[in-house]
């Protein structure tokens, strides 16, 4: 069992920068593939980036690929999202997810259903 706090979440002008962070319970945190993922009012969740265990390698989806940077520290049990050139459709809640099921194409966790353990979410609003 992992639980996940995000945070870093806040109010941005157009173009500006943020950087989340999810914090994870537990002490097996480096033996977790983690994502992060978005949802607005009315819409389905979804993904954003992803990095497996040591972090070697990294996927994000296209609408973000080139202003995101996800990375994670697991001395620190963290993972974060920097995101730059923050643009008024990336107002969304960021939710932070774990899974244990490793060994996949880093592609397999770009979808909701290989994640185990989910956060709160911290909410990002962008102003145009």
């Known amino acids: 069992q992992v639980q996940l706090v995000e945070s870093g979440g806040g109010l941005v002008q157009a173009g500006g920068s943020l950087r989340l962070s999810c914090v994870a319970s537990?002490?097996?945190?480096?033996?977790?593939?983690m994502g992060w993922f978005r949802q607005v009012p009315g819409k389905e969740r979804e993904f954003v980036a992803t990095?497996?265990?040591?972090?070697?390698?990294?996927y994000y989806a296209d609408s973000v690929k080139g202003r995101f940077t996800i990375s994670r520290d697991n001395g620190k049990n963290t993972v974060y999202l920097q995101m730059n050139s923050l643009k008024p459709e990336d107002t969304a809640r960021y939710y932070c997810?774990?899974?244990?099921?490793?060994?996949?194409?880093?592609?397999?966790?770009?979808?909701?259903?290989?994640?185990?353990?989910w956060g709160q979410g911290t909410q990002v609003t962008v102003s145009s």
């Open positions: 537990g002490r097996t945190f480096s033996s977790y593939v």
């Open positions: 990095i497996t265990t040591s972090g070697g390698t990294t």
């Open positions: 997810a774990a899974t244990r099921d490793r060994g996949y194409s880093i592609t397999y966790y770009a979808a909701i259903p290989r994640y185990d353990y």
